[in-house]
């Protein structure tokens, strides 16, 4: 019969490193590859009957990694602060001073100079503030639209304030890269629902489309109808972004009928977009949805 893994209770549901626990005598090296402990870093376990989160890492490197006047930042900040779009297996971007390095896998390191008023304690992780993640996720993004995304999903949060964040932007004039959050926070909404919401109504601005309202509540009669992703409500125009769920069950495609049947009711005109048109013909989106908007003028 297999060995029973040792589980000491002072490790149970703990972040530790395994050369302490060995030298301490509470595991061996066999004891560490049992199926009772998960690596999460290297040289870093955990109790396997723990979930492993991206929040695990961070703590991970927090405790054991990082440097003096070191920082988690950027996308893994973001995600400390409510905007879960990374995975339990993404890598941790820190920033540490000049002075330091973490050469670590699954770690990403960026060396910059970081005032300490730019960082704070998030449930005993050192994290950049909201407003300097903004300005770090800005630089480290190199697609513009993923600028927004990240920002977005941080202002849809209460995070940050987007008012806020280009009075910061303004205050950087003239730093390497404060043009890049000036304009991303000018296309950021806190009004943003998913990242490919996101996506769409950044793209449609970059295309030269006016910049649509978010989260718009239509009503008939004083009768509530539905809350858009997207729309110019002066044109009485509407796209929404289809994801994989609206075809899920015949129940949701009865519903989605039936709204989509309220809205025209109430004078709307709906164009909707899949992320297989998104990716392969968002040109031909656009000029479909510029035509409809010209037709709309004055109506």
């Known amino acids: 019969m297999p060995r029973t893994p040792r589980r000491p209770a002072d490790l149970a549901g703990t972040l530790f490193l395994g050369s302490a626990a060995v030298a301490d005598g509470l595991l061996t090296p066999a004891d560490l590859r049992s199926r009772a402990w998960q690596q999460v870093l290297h040289g870093i376990y955990a109790d396997a009957a723990v979930p492993l989160t991206h929040r695990h890492r961070c703590l991970a490197v927090a405790r054991f990694v990082m440097p003096p006047g070191g920082a988690v930042a950027g996308r893994s900040a973001a995600y400390l602060y409510g905007a879960e779009l990374v995975t339990a297996t993404d890598p941790v971007e820190v920033l540490v001073p000049r002075t330091s390095c973490v050469r670590m896998a699954r770690v990403s390191t960026h060396v910059a100079h970081l005032d300490t008023a730019e960082t704070h304690l998030l449930d005993g992780i050192p994290v950049t503030t909201p407003l300097r993640t903004c300005w770090d996720l800005a630089q480290w993004c190199a697609d513009p639209v993923e600028r927004v995304v990240w920002i977005d999903a941080l202002a849809a949060r209460g995070a940050v304030a987007l008012p806020d964040l280009t009075a910061y932007a303004r205050a950087g004039a003239g730093r390497r890269g404060w043009r890049r959050l000036l304009d991303a926070a000018r296309l950021a909404d806190a009004g943003a629902a998913s990242p490919q919401e996101s996506r769409l109504r950044v793209r ?89 908007l010209r037709a709309r003028e004055g109506h």
């Open 204 to 292: 449609l601005v970059l295309a030269g489309i006016p910049r649509p309202q978010t989260q718009v509540v239509i009503t008939r009669d004083g009768r509530f109808v539905a809350r858009t992703d997207l729309a110019w409500p002066e044109y009485r125009v509407a796209v929404e972004y289809d994801g994989v769920w609206h075809a899920e069950s015949p129940g949701q495609i009865h519903a989605d009928r039936r709204r989509l049947n309220d809205m025209i009711a109430a004078g709307w005109v709906v164009l909707h977009v899949t992320a297989k048109r998104l990716r392969d013909d968002f040109d031909g989106f656009v000029r479909e949805l510029r035509t409809v």
